[in-house]
């Protein structure tokens, strides 16, 4: 099972990433020969690595190639039709590729009776929550905390000449690492992000010569840092009592 679901995830990466020249991403979108070209590629692929099994699962192959095809052209009318961002675009085609590959898997193999114990235990949805407030819980408290600095036209002015979330996407990734950092026992992981995001804010403080934009700055980053570390240690004790 594991075998054959890694071996259609890698036809796809290697069809998707490896063998599709960007070109063929742009042009694909007005001429139906380069998607063509593209599935033609998957096809390619996938017969190679399932040389030895084509008599038993072709059905499957040809299921995905045949679902490949339609994600992909639902990509392109999402692109144009509703003018999604790239991102969007990417994430929504590729998140509708694994679904396939893996409900593929599942009604060729079946769902593995020991997984339902597995995904429901204790240390699972520690998890799922240590990454739900780590993720979804922490922005929206920082951004309630702060909101009544917000309000102030210097920190409005600031926020204008910086990119769209990414101070709340840099903050979400660096508390998932301190959270990963706690749980591999890496403290000096920890002091070395905090080190390195002091040293690339250092020149923005410095030349800011604004008093109030340095303590929202060091207040944001402690607050981030403070609520990171009670995650993660608030993960790694219930880890430890809990399961």
């Not at 407030?133 to 309630?144: A, H, K, R």
Request: charged residues 15%.
């Amino acid at each position: 099972m594991i075998v054959f679901f890694l071996k259609l995830f890698l036809a796809h990466i290697m069809g998707d990433f490896l063998f599709q020249p960007r070109g063929w991403v742009e042009k694909r979108k007005y001429n139906v020969g380069y998607l063509l070209l593209h599935i033609a590629v998957h096809t390619v692929l996938l017969a190679i690595l399932f040389i030895k099994e084509l008599s038993v699962h072709w059905q499957a192959l040809l299921f995905v190639i045949c679902s490949h095809l339609v994600i992909d052209s639902f990509k392109i009318w999402m692109e144009r039709t509703l003018n999604l961002k790239p991102l969007s675009a990417f994430l929504i085609d590729q998140f509708l590729h694994m679904l396939v590959l893996a409900g593929l898997t599942i009604f060729v193999f079946g769902f593995p009776s020991d997984w339902i114990p597995q995904l429901l235990s204790v240390k699972t949805m520690l998890y799922v929550i240590a990454f739900l407030l780590t993720t979804c819980v922490s922005p929206i408290l920082l951004n309630v905390f702060f909101s009544r600095w917000k309000q102030e036209k210097e920190m409005q002015t600031k926020e204008v000449n910086s990119l769209v979330d990414a101070g709340m996407l840099i903050g979400i990734m660096e508390r998932l690492l301190i959270v990963f950092f706690i749980q591999i026992s890496f403290l000096s992981g920890v002091g070395f992000l905090l080190a390195a995001k002091s040293i690339f804010r250092f020149g923005d403080l410095a030349n800011a010569k604004d008093t109030k934009f340095t303590e929202y700055v060091l207040l944001g980053t402690l607050a981030s840092f403070m609520l990171a570390i009670v995650i993660g240690y608030g993960l790694l004790l219930s880890l430890k009592h809990l399961t």
